[in-house]
């Protein structure tokens, strides 16, 4: 059974910065995708950014310039680096490992998700 785990979440002021890193087996099972997502209160869950099997990766405007995705292939884990935070980035952030075709997207159809772990940016 495929597993996931988040690390590395908090409390930050605005302008600060957080590493989040996802623990898992790798591209297996056929998932070629493995990406971050956040869901804030009352709202749906968004991609943030994604990296594929040929790292090539896609942000979300929100995220273009302040975050990046990359992964560590020794331990197979996943890091998504949060610069210059905003209250607005506020959400719990979920990483996943997921189907994608024939390239990277943000659109989660079928895979694994972490348990997620909650980010909080104070003004």
């Known amino acids: 059974q495929v597993q996931l785990a988040e690390s590395g979440g908090g409390s930050v002021q605005a302008g600060g910065s957080l590493r989040l890193s996802c623990a898992g087996p790798?591209?297996?099972?056929?998932?070629?995708?493995m990406g971050w997502f956040r869901q804030a209160p009352g709202k749906e869950r968004e991609g943030v950014a994604v990296?594929?099997?040929?790292?090539?990766?896609i942000y979300a405007d929100s995220a273009k310039g302040r975050f990046t995705i990359s992964k560590d292939n020794t331990n197979n884990t996943l890091y998504l680096q949060m610069n210059s935070l905003k209250p607005e980035d506020t959400a719990t952030y979920y990483c996943?490992?997921?189907?994608?075709?024939?390239?990277?997207?943000?659109?989660?159809?079928?895979?694994?998700w972490g348990q997620g772990t909650q980010v909080t940016v104070s003004s």
């Open positions: 996943a490992l997921y189907y994608c075709a024939a390239t990277a997207t943000l659109r989660f159809s079928r895979g694994v």
């Open positions: 990296l594929d099997y040929r790292r090539s990766t």
């Open positions: 790798g591209f297996v099972s056929g998932y070629s995708c």
